[in-house]
């Protein structure tokens, strides 16, 4: 394995054996015929295409389907791990709906002097039409993504907080499914903790947030761009499995001060709506008025009580990437604890000498934009070229508000299993959070992305990442 | 259920049946081709014919041979009403109403689609076409097994059935209609070597031909078969069959909904009218007639439905 071992390898520590959590996987690996694997990892192929497990690629020619490519090494994180980072998530997602409502209300944390005000006022991702709403149940974010890296034994990053409309967590669920369905002996071997609660927990957090108008069983639905959104596999999985309606904007009007969906009977009002529209599409009236995706006047409906959205419009404010580098702040301020999870060190290029430090730096740093995703519109710089870089240069300084950089971090490696046998790829983990008045569940693990092409630290699915099913062990 | 879903099932299903019907259609012709070279030109013409496809035929310059209207029907993209189309359609909208279907039915119907993408993908040679309509019948039969095997009896289930008759009475009429000259009163008295050829194949369109001969034995004569595929009660593609399935699924409907609709009056109409007909008054009021009225009844009836149940609004 011709690896530096600058990187962590999160399955042998960069050593002879395997490290503790992974060392019953592997002996079973090393016993396992490595024709009988590779026959397996096409196996999980046909079983990914067939269930139509899908995303479509955004402007590529023919819109086309593709699968995420899946990769049978499960990545595994002991029962001390896990609790460790629990804990750091838990705190950190508590904050930023304390954030939120903060933001939104008093915004005691810009009196404070914590946190300048014009990164608030000047933020596309602040909703001023949201100011003194108080969302059902007070719950802000009811599904939260925290991207986490790790770079050694003991060291783990929030690399970004995903606030808005976190996606993948059927990859979650499909990962160990196909798991569970090839390699059942492995499951009797090693005891790992399942997952498959997580559509049952996101309709019983759902319906904790009734609206005030709500009456009998919650209504829940989920509302989908629809079948050309790059998502719509997920969203089509999440209705099913928690038994809830699939609509889209055209499906729903207002009727009688409730947001109502267009059944074989007549309207019937929806109580909670699991949106996967960004607040941008979702009211004609209020945001974007070429919007087909929402529904004209559901703000107005939001704001009287008569439905819950989730999670809440405004949210973005959270998980902006320049609100990103205050968040130890965040934490701190709202709940009275040194955060647990670290923050990566992060430059805002709004400020003047630390604009001049990443011009400088450019080649030893990852350069992102502000409100990117999907790893779009951001440089690597240990990865670009020359020519690459100049342009970022000037992009960079025409508009310098835009950006935010950050060291390259070591990330970690998992193998993945190639023709030449394992060989480590870079990794990051999405685990979910869901939130209600209830509290915060956590599934333990969530969604590993690795990135597939040897050396590179892009891991989304867009840029050629691949996924691994996610182990936690039982205790 | 949403409106939106029932639409969904509604098409999905009704593009499931033209698949397979166009694919029987061009096995009919397929065999007619072998049996009678010197009048296929006609033959392959009357099979454009009978899938509504002469426009979008000569939109893509088509001659009237064997391999230029098989692969027309199978696998031109053009075509909007080609096996690979709706095989295509229905794929999309069984992903729209993917929260109505079991996972077996999905499945079922994602798996054909990319079974037939690939098959389709390029020309189909005359001695494939045995082998390639095989597994298009295979396929459906694997989609409707799913269905009836693993779909609960409720709205859902409904909703499929009534776009699935509604499809298939549309393609027999159509069938009956494009032929319906060869199965006159007055053609039987001439039944001719010619004749008996047009006869097996409006059966075999219908896949009735087996049917046929268990019923009726070695004699086809028209009236027969016209009564058989528009009257029978037990053949599964008979109009009147259609139209007892459809009252049935939308009386289940209705009665499941508490409601009376447009739509159940209707087609109780349609049907008592059939059951009240025998093949000689059809012939009296002229077949040609009879099945314009009938094609244009069953529009009629799909437009109540989809009102009816708030398809789009």
Redesign the interface.
Known sequence: MGETPTFFNEMDGNGERPRAPYARYGDWFAGEPPERLRRKAREAETFFRRTGITFNVYGSEAADERLIPFDIVPRIISAKEWSRLTRGIEQRVRAINAFLNDIYHRQEIIRAGRLPAELIENNDAFLPKMIGVTPPGNIYTHIVGVDLVRTSENEFFVLEDNARTPSGVSYMLENRETMLQMFPELFTKIRVRPVSDYPKMLRRSLAACAPPACTGRPVVAVLTPGIHNSAYYEHAFLADQMGAELVEGHDLRVVDGRIAMRTTLGYTPIDVLYRRVDDDYLDPLNFRPDSYLGVPGILDIYRAGGITIANAPGTGIADDKAIYSYMPDIVQFYTGEKPILKNVPTWRCSEPSSLAYVLEHLSELVVKEVHGSGGYGMLVGPAASKKEIEAFRAKLASKPGNYIAQPTLALSTVPILTRAGLSPRHVDLRPFVLVSPDGIEITPGGLTRVALKKGSLVVNSSQGGGTKDTWVLED | ??????GGLFWMYRYLERAENTARLADAGFRIALTRSDHAEDEWASIIDTASARAAFAAVDGKFDGPSVINFLLRDPQNPSSVISVTEAAR?NA??V??ALT?EV??AV??TW?TLKDTLARPVRETDLPDVLGMIRKQSALVRGATVGTMLRN?IYNFARIGTFIERADNIARILDVKYYVLLPSVQLVGSTLDNVQWETILRSASAERSFRWLHGGETRPLTIADFLILDRRMPRSLLYCMRKIAGNLGYLCSD?G?RRPSLDFVLGLRDELEELDIDQVMERGLHEFLTYFINCNNVLAGHVEQD??FN?
């Open positions: 259920m949403l409106g939106k879903t029932a999309n992903r729209l993917r929260t996972r999905w499945e994602n798996e990319i709205d909904y409601v149940f708030r609004n």
